[in-house]
């Protein structure tokens, strides 16, 4: 799954002209390298409007431990949606949200030979300034909090990470997913084509 990602501020203005949004950005700091628990930027409806807001990425589970102690878990990333704890949340439209991104990683599945140490794949959007992905948010103790929902990999992201990839969004969807019904967002969790997508393994440093 999905546990890095990052947001290039310099490049939001060229994606709010491109999808023809007048999006006024926050305030409060958000990451541009986004890891679980720190702050990401995020676009949903606030009062009928499309608005941006700054939330924590992870949505706080109480769930049992090995222990069968319940324990509290950040979820980032959100499969089943039949789940009721998220059927409830995605049946809102008010609580869905787009997640802008510039790229994502996922780690790779072996060390690399020499260095002994595991890389990332970089995936991007070549014909976007920016993607998004297919996000959901929730009021938790700590804050606003969100995740993104994902998918069967496509064919370009499933040799080097078979289990998963995050629902990317086309631009022309983005309405549907703010406002859409359930079973319309269910539809648009589908993986994004591979002929649009671009990847680059990035090693760590000797």
């Known amino acids: 799954m999905c546990n890095h990602y990052r947001t290039r501020p310099d490049l939001i203005p060229s994606w709010r002209e491109y999808i023809g949004w007048s999006l006024k950005l926050p305030e409060e700091p958000w990451a541009d390298d986004v890891y679980p628990k720190r702050k990401g930027l995020i676009i949903r409806r606030e009062a009928g409007a499309i608005a941006t807001d700054v ?15 319940i324990i509290e878990k950040a979820v980032t990333n959100v499969r089943n949606l039949d789940s009721p704890f998220w059927r409830s949340t995605l049946a809102r439209p008010a609580n869905r949200c787009l997640v802008p991104f510039t790229t994502f990683a996922e780690p790779t599945l072996e060390p ?6 595991k890389g990332e794949h970089w995936f991007r959007l070549p014909a976007y300034p920016v993607g998004a992905f297919a996000g959901i948010w929730r009021a938790g103790d700590r804050g606003n909090e969100y995740a993104f929902l994902t998918c069967e990999p496509c064919a ?3 040799p080097l990470h078979p289990k998963a990839m995050p629902v990317i969004l086309h631009p022309e969807d983005y309405e549907s997913w703010l406002a859409g019904d359930y079973d ?3 539809q648009l969790a589908q993986p994004f084509p591979s002929q649009l997508m671009a990847v680059e393994t990035i090693w760590p440093a000797k």
């Open 156 to 158: 370009l992201v499933a």
């Open 112 to 117: 690399h030979p020499d260095l002994g140490k």
């Open 184 to 186: 319309r967002a269910c």
């Open 55 to 69: 939330m924590s990425w992870g949505i706080t589970r109480k769930m049992p431990g090995a222990s069968g102690k």
